[in-house]
């Protein structure tokens, strides 16, 4: 189990590197030409397209990972519960397409919404839920890799202008498509075809909607601010608060590996009653994550001032204000997230999962609109900042009420300790510099080596304890 569980993270994380690497070269092609007026545009439609796509998930890649996960060893359940739970998916699917196509007309969004219906229909083929139940991440990474390789080969050549926005938004989406309908050519080796019955695709439906609702309410804190900001402020705003995100984001990606890999395994631990054993794997991975996230909010506010103006572009000036606000939305996020999908999630305990998202929306919307009218962009990361924060603290004060669990406090304040000199050092020592990529490399390198030096001196580094284990 222990291999296979490597194994998986493996492939994960070979994915999720390349998808930190490949922003790293086409977001400044991306900013460059399209400007902050070209990314503003395709991101404001788009923040209006995600709400079809919520709609059309309806919760289904949450829930579908942990039915398949419970039936994986029984070839007749699992495609009785797969051709259920996709029958139903299709449906839903088509009825959505039909609204999305009379809102555009409706309010006038343009070609570059209606281009974006494309994102509805992947979400409607989308299977992954399937091989993440199934625990086989090496077909996901596989069609990912390729498909990243094809992203980057079309925007180093095809994007040059802001002229080129509508080819853009093709590009975009057309691979979004692709992504699901590959995956299918895997499918049909593991399930064969049980026609779906209505009585079990309305269960689905109506089990897939109890994770649908706080879907809805984690879009209103993580989506609708950008909707929010082109209509109440200015579309440059959105392509400057969506740049920091995606820089966040993308990080946040590689971390969340980590719970991508473990979730259907901490369901089968609280399946079989090992509940002791998969609390102490959780609070491995809080820890673990916290020593990484703590680093990188630290080297995303050290490096923001030099980063900006050679890797955006001049359009995104405001970004050095923005961006340091959004880091730390890295430490914030993972932590909920490891909560949620390791504890909350396997163990069914929806209603606690929906209570905290249901307050984070509610704040969400509130500090919205009062900070977006007066601070932009900047109230906009705020708002995003202070939800997750307190989304994670509850999520965090549920586990320890339960398992009396949690961060160990030491090794947290040193890591602050420690991230804090690093900033100053890094700052002291390339004031002088100028803001181009051998300046953020040095950057990177000095901040890296200072917080690693110092949270091993201050014995507060958990990659130590987890070398030792592996070496017995």
Known sequence: MRKHIFQNLIYQSFYQVLKIIMPLITVPIVSHALGVQGIGKYSFANSIAQYFVLIAALGLPLYGTREIAKVRDS??????????????????????????????????????????????????????????GMEDFKKITLVNFILQILYF???????????????????????????????WFFVHKKISFVRPKINDMFIASKESFLLFIPQVAIVLYTNMNKTMLGILSSKSYVGVFTNALLVTTTIITLISTIDTVLMPHATRLFVQKKFRQGYRMIQKVLNLEVYFTIAIAAGIFAITSKLVPWFFGATFSLMEYVLPIAGLLVIAIPGGM???????????????????????????????????PVWGAIGAALVSVIVEAIIWLIRLVDFWKRTHLGYSVRQVLMNLLSAGIMILLVKLVTNGFGANVLTTVIQVLIGGSIYLVLTTILKANPLISILKEIRK
Do not use: C, H
Request: aromatic share 16%; glycine share 6%; charged share 10%.
């Open 75 to 132: 070839k007749d359940d699992l495609s009785k519960t797969f051709w259920n739970l996709e029958g139903f998916s299709l449906i839903l699917t088509s009825m959505v397409v039909v609204f999305y196509f009379l809102a555009g007309f409706i309010f006038n969004l343009g070609l570059i919404y209606f281009i974006q219906v494309i994102l509805v229909l992947g979400t409607g083929l989308d299977v992954s839920w399937f091989f993440m």
């Open 153 to 183: 080969v079309l925007i180093v050549t095809q994007i040059k202008s802001s002229g080129d926005l509508i080819k853009y938004t093709v590009f975009i989406s057309s691979l979004a498509f692709l992504n699901p309908l590959t995956l």
């Open 338 to 372: 490891t909560i949620s999908k390791q504890y909350l999630i396997p163990q069914g305990r929806i209603k606690e999962y929906n209570n905290s998202v249901y307050i984070g929306a509610v704040i969400s919307i509130l500090l919205n609109f009062i900070l977006i």
